[in-house]
């Protein structure tokens, strides 16, 4: 599922930063250029918060949602710069009835998301919890 | 390690939610009290990022820090709520010289968020890398 995409400014990235993640490479442009990645670039956290904005947007439904038990494998293959346009795609993995709460599904799902050059910036894996449409079905 | 603690205010908890992940439960104080948690909860993404400040404060290194390749099996087994106070610890579980990169180490590690009834609210596994004091040795 497409889910559209998203763009961190370089404002945007240091004042996540600046709050939640203060390392030199995420909150000073002119210190990073030096540093490991060859420049500023996004907290991973700040790219995961940004895609579940989308996913809020797309895939999380706000009738049945009931939020994630936990998310694997967050992976952040490449970095991201101010700019990046980032684009977030969603794919449901597998959708089961709970044993213990027979009322709501599990759903676990990847979500890629890739930037303007094609390259695989984030990939995860999260498990939801969803109310059923019809518990008797 | 012992990291510290620190809450989130209702109008923490609905500031973040509002601009990356606004479900009900997250950002209507009045409606969550009929949602499924019985009241507003953080984001988990929220939870994650005010953890991430307190283990860049006591945890990640400024000089040799490199970022982090990925997180595997984040965890929320209880909610956290407005006012709760979130205890951080982090135990480093290997450390290990890359094979491909000489001069850099993988540090894999966990993190668990306990709340003030001593309830763990939150648990990753990070996986760092970091710079070699001595790359020679």
Redesign the interface.
């Known amino acids: 599922m497409d889910c559209g995409s998203f763009t961190l400014s370089e404002a945007d990235i240091i004042a996540?930063a600046s709050?939640?993640?203060?390392?030199?490479?995420h909150v000073d442009p002119v210190g990073a250029k030096d540093g490991?990645?060859g420049g500023l670039?996004a907290?991973?956290?700040h790219t995961?918060?940004?895609t579940?904005?989308k996913l809020?947007e797309f895939y999380?439904s706000?009738e049945s949602?009931?939020?994630?038990?936990?998310?694997?494998?967050?992976?952040?293959p490449r970095p991201v710069r101010p700019g990046d346009t980032l684009h977030v795609r969603a794919t449901v993995l597998e959708a089961r009835r709970s044993s213990s709460k027979p009322d709501r599904g599990i759903v676990r799902g990847t979500v890629e998301v890739t930037n303007q050059d094609g390259d695989v910036a984030m990939t995860l894996t999260a498990i939801n919890f969803v109310l059923l449409r019809d518990p008797s079905a």
Not at 19 to 25: A, E, L, M, N, V
Not at 65 to 76: K, M, N, Q, Y
């Open positions: 996540f709050q939640y993640d203060p390392q030199p490479f490991p990645y670039i907290s991973g956290w995961v918060s940004a579940m904005r809020v999380v706000a949602g009931l939020g994630a038990a936990g998310v694997d494998e967050i992976r952040w």
